[in-house]
């Protein structure tokens, strides 16, 4: 990412976030020609899992229902997608959110879904904020909105705190989030929404998100996500 001040490039030179070696020229994505050529090119257009050639049905969410309508991510939560990830949200790298966002952007120019009309951010519970110092689904879907041109609506809320699923099993992380969603009551939804967080595991975050967004009014919602 280039700065806008020169003497800070010049200092300190813009560098691939996942490799971290010198960018030359554009470096758009803060990304080095050869980390953008590793990102997968396809993923399941139902759960977002990255494949290396297009699959049908996705042997990884055939067995389950998502009240998602489609869903992409940019690559595996794995190596250094990971590193890159867990830097953004644990290591108060919250610069990340730009690099990160514009990739969910390329990712989701590929999709070849119909016109979204809203960006909505999978909520942070309050006392996670208050913890982390910033919500990194919101970053991130702010960089999606400016990128294509879509409004940013913060409408839905934890209903309650949920622990963290990271420590969680399968079938526990899907009790742990259900009914945890709910559109805030002064607020109405229409259109087609992208539902945006920063990670999808078993799916069940973002299908209770998504599923608190259609008995809202919304007609229909797909997800994107940086790592699945
Ligand atoms: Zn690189
Ligand atoms: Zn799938």
Redesign the pocket.
Known sequence: MGHLNPLFDLFFPPRCIFCCSRLEGEGAFSTCEKCLAKLPVHC?H????PLPEQID??????DYKLSFHGACAVDLYRGRMKRVVQKYKYGRQKHLAGPLGKLMARRLKKCGWPQLSAVVPVPLHRQRLLERGYDQSLLLAQVIGDELGLPVRTVLVRSRPTPSQTKLGHNERWQNVRDAFSVLPEHTVSGRLLLVDDLLTTGATAHFAAAALLSAGAQEVYLAVVGR
């Not at 139902?46 to 899992?49: A, F, L, N």
């Not at 049905?57 to 055939?62: G, L, N």
């Open positions: 399941c139902r759960c977002g899992h049905p996705c042997p990884v969410c055939r």
